[in-house]
């Protein structure tokens, strides 16, 4: 739930220390969206339930959203097949299979790529672009406002749709128009809630939104829900539960991601 640093501490322990990561259940598949440190929790899982293969959605490559891939515990069975894709890295030599390489080459890391035995495929796309991911799931993309690139994704599976929309930094006033056109009449949105409104200013050109124009791009767009997400590292949990009451009073369809909450879209 946290952005640009995990916060193992006291006081971050009601919302969640880890950063971006999450599981969807699509059917009988489990996807994943982010790499962060979440995603060594949910690795071990993968492994107790014998899962063999997941698509990996990256929404972009900064540190905090791909520092959990070398502890991706499934990543090393030969048993698993494991497919990474990502939209903003289509002119960058080598594309993310070389953007995670480097993450994990020395010195930087003593595990190299290449240890892992999963059957490992990386695609490359354009941030807009829509493809089928199978078994009735599509996926529309759009490109964020974030420095280096970033993706959004909206997926669709039996009438049900999801939208993933972090990193991602906002014009005050002039709202998104590729932000509204993904997240149009989603069951739920989870937004790039780094700041508030009053913090915002002294953040401008950092690559994050608030959660007030998350709830105004949902409102616009006739969206169901919004999860409030990608919190600020100095927001504490008594920080988080002012902002959990305010976005609440303003918005009742607005609720406060939480480390290992889960959201049924039936």
């Known amino acids: 739930m946290r952005g640009s640093i995990a916060c193992p501490t006291p006081d971050h322990v009601e919302y969640g220390g880890n950063t971006s990561c999450l599981e969807v259940y699509v059917g009988e598949r489990r996807l994943v969206l982010d790499a962060g440190t979440g995603l060594r929790a949910l690795g071990q899982d993968f492994m107790k339930q014998g899962l063999t293969r997941t ?7 900064h540190w905090d959203h791909i520092n959990g891939f070398p502890f991706f ?67 529309r993309t759009c490109r964020l406002n974030h420095p280096n690139g970033a993706t959004g994704y909206r997926l669709e599976y039996a009438g049900k749709s999801f939208c993933y929309i972090t990193d991602t930094e906002h014009t005050p006033g002039a709202p998104d128009q590729n932000i509204l056109a993904l997240i149009e009449g989603a069951d739920l949105v989870v937004y790039d809630s780094t700041y508030t409104d009053a913090e915002y200013p002294a953040h401008v050109g950092w690559g994050h939104s608030t959660w ?44 406060v991601a939480r480390e290992g909450m889960v959201l049924t879209l039936a």
Request: glycine share 8%.
């Open 55 to 61: 698509t990996l959605l990256l929404s972009h490559t």
């Open 73 to 139: 515990a499934p990543g090393y069975s030969a048993n698993f097949k494991l497919r990474v894709m990502a939209g903003h890295l289509r002119e960058h030599p080598g594309g993310v299979r070389d953007v995670l390489a480097g993450q994990m080459a020395q010195p930087n890391f003593p595990v190299p790529l290449d240890a892992l035995r999963a059957d490992l495929r990386c695609e490359d796309f354009d941030a807009g672009d829509s493809f089928e991911l199978g078994d009735g799931l599509s996926v």
């Open 212 to 255: 007030q124009e998350g709830i105004r791009l949902c409102q616009a767009a006739h969206a169901r829900q919004l999860a409030i997400f990608h919190h600020d590292p100095d927001h504490d949990d008594a920080t988080m539960r002012r902002i959990e009451a305010e976005a609440k009073a303003e918005w009742s369809g607005a609720l």
